[in-house]
């Protein structure tokens, strides 16, 4: 049975295939969710991610809950019946149900990101570190910034991260660099951190049978 799960605290720049990619580790999405302001399209902090079963759902949960992201340590919990969770918030703002359109999939680009493209790094080693990081992806061109997602307590790697090339090209030749190829004792997963296809009308359902 899928378990759905609530998400807080997520970066405001964090955008909807990054948080696609935060759980992809754990087992198979059923469906994710980035909840956006519908005027401005920019994050509102958090969002739902259902899991296809209670063991990838309890994985996450232990791995990602207390993590830092981008700086801010994230809230991963079992998410409330859709009941509770509708019920009004400050402002008189709230959720919006699975499989309703929240807005822009991707919120404005961050200052220092406006040109450059954001990768997704996983099967990092545990002892990774953010340096080590620019270093190796400093030879496929400039490296804009780096985020190792890491445990709050302990500041040791998850086992992923996400770096923002300076350019579409330096990030393309980082993909071929890396994917697939060995770097600091493990075989890397490296792609594009890419925003899920527009259905002609404009919808804004993310619900797939795994990872594409």
Known sequence: MSVRLFVGSLPPRLCFPELEDLFTPFGTLV???L?????TGRSRGFGF??????????????????SLVDGQTLSVKEAKPARDMMQPRGGGERPLPMGTSTGMDRPPSASGRASGVRLFVGNLPY???????EK?????GKVVSVSLVTDRVTGQSKGFAFIDMGSREEAA?????FDG????????????????ERHS????HHAFGGRR
Not at 181 to 196: I, Q
Request: proline residues 5%; negative net charge; glycine residues 12%.
């Open 136 to 140: 190796i992806f400093a030879e496929a």
């Open 49 to 66: 991610v259902e899991l296809e079963s209670a063991e990838a759902a309890q994985a996450a949960i232990s791995s990602l809950n207390g």
């Open 31 to 33: 469906s994710a969710e």
């Open 35 to 39: 909840m956006t302001d519908p005027t």
């Open 201 to 204: 009308g404009g919808g804004g």
């Open 127 to 133: 002892t990774a570190r953010g340096a080590e990081l």
């Open 173 to 177: 030749a980082a993909i071929k660099r």
């Open 181 to 196: 190829r060995e770097a600091l004792g493990r075989m890397l997963k490296v792609n594009e951190a890419r925003p899920p």
